[in-house]
């Protein structure tokens, strides 16, 4: 069980420190319309942010084509860690 915690944290933290790492080295909060945006992404929606970051310099922003498949993983991820803890928090009060 020790590796699914692990794996837990990971999926939890890695984004964010992707985007810390990406603040400290570059621009990155260039691709977003202000700071404030850039650091409700960081904080709520870390996955779409870095697809956002993807799109945006990889493609100059426009979502045509594949990227718009890159932006849907990264709202799917995001939903998905918010929904998984809701189910979790379910069954262990059904417990």
């Known amino acids: 069980m020790p590796g699914c915690c692990l794996g837990a944290v990971v999926l939890f933290f890695g984004p964010r420190v992707t985007l810390f790492l990406a603040w400290l080295l570059t621009g990155w909060y260039a691709a977003f319309e202000s700071r404030l945006v850039a650091l409700l992404g960081f904080l709520f929606l870390p996955w779409t942010s870095l697809a956002w970051m993807l799109v945006f310099f990889g493609h100059h922003g426009d979502i045509s ?13 995001d939903l998905s860690a918010y929904g998984g803890s809701e189910v979790a928090r379910q069954r262990r009060r059904d417990e």
């Open 65 to 77: 084509g594949g990227y718009v498949l890159v932006l849907a993983a990264g709202v799917v991820a």
